[in-house]
């Protein structure tokens, strides 16, 4: 597979294509699904072995790698299995996704992470909604504690890291709005709006202090708690700390657009409809629309792309343009994104790398870490994009 990049193509902007090739949503999840056939037979090779290596997270120097619960993505590869369920209603993709999820089950009560939003919100929200099961409801509500125990009533944010120190004292990052889902939907089970006005508070301050004034956001924002101040703004996987780091955009992007789906307050929407203006009016990005993965890396046209921003991005498009009037130009943009994803230049052929789905995403690259790999979570938000184009 080669992933070929013109110059001609970098002149354009996603917002001016034309209409993309319609994406034939049941052939890419039938190929999705034979390509996860191969992926879960590695898996359960792979267990034989380690049997605490309990997920699929990517491959790196053409070697397959796997993950414990305690991983941020632990909970992609169940949550994908749950779409699977929610598209055929096939019992062997619920048999499946229920095997798996309960492997994630303990992080639950994990208070070392903000993450919990994908490890568990992810696998027992898709559960949850799909089979009502009444103890993935009460693992998302005890996740949802576990997350609320990170919140400081000062600084009014949830704590991302607690690692690293010297580098930062009370550093939140923007990918920290997509555990607000989790947050959210514990309030809805539980009737407890402790966790609502977590959710929020933490919302508001993310758009005082992560956004600059073109909607580009930091990726790590260092708080003080005792003043509540902000100390710092920096970044740990873009390329410096003023760029604009491309998975953070999606993230960002996909946060706001959640919390206007539980809140309807139009600052949210406001806030979502700049963050989409940022992604899509970029100069630089090439036409197929998935983005470097980082908008200023000056090694443009030559650096790396990051297919799991695009699928992010997709994904959140196709909600926002039901909530935004701009409507037929998120629809556009999001289409023209799943069709190139779905291609070979970014789809893998069945039994390729490991049974990954996609090819060409970015995880760390300053740490020249997973760089143009296939990854857990893009691959998780392509399927969720597939689903949500079909409504
Ligand atoms: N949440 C970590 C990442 O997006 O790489």
């Not at 053409?62 to 699977?84: C, E, H, I, N």
């Not at 309960?102 to 919990?116: G, S, V």
């Not at 704590?159 to 889902?181: C, P, R």
Request: contains cysteine; hydrophobic residues 35%.
């Amino acid at each position: 597979m080669k992933l070929k990049i013109t110059m001609v193509a970098v002149l354009f902007t996603i917002a001016s294509l034309g209409y993309a090739q319609k994406v034939n949503v049941k052939k890419s999840m039938q190929s999705a699904m034979a390509q996860s056939d191969v992926l879960i037979s590695k898996v359960d090779s792979a267990r034989k072995i380690k049997p605490d290596q309990v997920s699929p997270r990517t491959v790196e120097n053409g070697k397959f790698k796997m993950v414990s619960s305690r991983d941020w993505t632990s909970g992609f590869f169940p949550a994908q299995l749950w779409f699977y369920y929610q598209f055929t209603k096939d019992e062997k993709w619920l048999w499946l996704a229920k095997k798996y999820t309960e492997d994630i089950k303990k992080e639950q009560f994990n208070k070392t992470t903000h993450d919990l939003g994908f490890m568990i919100y992810c696998p027992f929200g898709n559960g949850f909604k799909l089979t009502q099961d009444t103890v993935y409801k009460s693992v998302v509500v005890q996740a949802a504690k576990s997350l609320s125990s990170r919140f400081n009533a000062k600084a009014g944010v949830i704590k991302s890291w607690d690692h690293n120190g010297d580098k930062w004292k009370y550093a939140v990052i923007i990918d920290n709005m997509m555990n607000l889902e989790l947050l959210f939907e514990a309030t809805k089970f539980t009737r407890d709006s402790s966790f609502y006005k977590i959710a929020v508070t933490h919302a508001n301050n993310t758009i005082k202090n992560h956004f600059r004034p073109d909607f580009s956001s930091y990726h790590v924002v260092d708080y003080d708690t005792v003043s509540g101040n902000v100390r710092n703004k920096v970044t740990a996987q873009g390329y410096a700390k003023e760029s604009a780091w491309s998975r953070g955009q999606a993230w960002g992007l996909y946060g706001y657009t959640l919390c206007y789906r539980y809140t309807k307050n139009p600052v949210y929407l406001e806030q979502a409809d700049a963050i989409a203006n940022y992604i899509l009016n970029s100069k630089i990005t090439p036409a197929d629309g998935i983005p470097y993965w980082d908008y200023n890396d000056p090694a443009i046209p030559d650096a790396p792309r990051d297919a799991s921003a695009a699928a992010i991005t997709a994904s959140a498009l196709y909600e926002l343009m039901d909530y935004s009037k701009d409507k037929k130009r998120y629809k556009m943009a999001a289409d023209k994104i799943l069709s190139s994803l779905s291609t070979n230049s970014y789809t893998n052929a069945i039994g390729e790398n490991y049974g990954f789905i996609l090819a060409h995403s970015t995880g760390h690259r300053t740490a020249n870490s997973e760089v143009d790999v296939p990854i857990n979570y893009a691959d998780y938000y392509y399927i969720e994009a597939l689903l949500r184009s079909k409504r």
